[in-house]
Nanobody, 121 residues
Framework: QLQLVESGGGLVQPGGSLRISCAAS????????IGWFRQAPGKEREGVSC????????NYADSVKGRIAISRDNAKNTAYLQMNSLKPEDTAVYYC??????????????WGQGTQVTVSS
């Protein structure tokens, strides 16, 4: 069974850092681009970042550029999102997703269940 499982979410103060993870089971991530999305209460899901299968191409939403870094460790079948200088507006459920193939321009085929990130003092 193909599965993506996010972990590492939690409560963090404004200006703090958090790293969330996305572990795959039932398939290998090596051949697939991985994206991170988020959905805040009352808002639509939005793309945050994406990384190609090789890790050589990354992209970020303007709202998180310079504060967030996406990475992957194919040997561990896991992708990560390092979030720094967090703001209250970063509060959302964060989802990872696997794309059809190696690049982020293709469609998403698998979703994780999400992990809650709350930025508050």
């Amino acid at each position: 069974q193909l599965q993506l499982v996010e972990s590492g979410g939690g409560l963090v103060q404004p200006g703090g850092s958090l790293r969330i993870s996305c572990a795959a089971s039932g398939f290998t991530l090596d051949y697939y681009a991985i994206g991170w999305f988020r959905q805040a209460p009352g808002k639509e899901r939005e793309g945050v970042s994406c990384i190609s299968s090789s890790g050589g191409i990354t992209n970020y939403a303007d709202s998180v550029k310079g504060r967030i870094a996406i990475s992957r460790d194919n040997a561990k079948n896991t992708a990560y999102l390092q979030m720094n200088s967090l703001k209250p507006e970063d509060t959302a459920v964060y989802y990872c997703a696997a794309y059809l193939r190696d690049m982020c321009v293709q469609r998403v085929t698998s979703w994780g269940q999400g992990t809650q990130v709350t930025v508050s003092s």
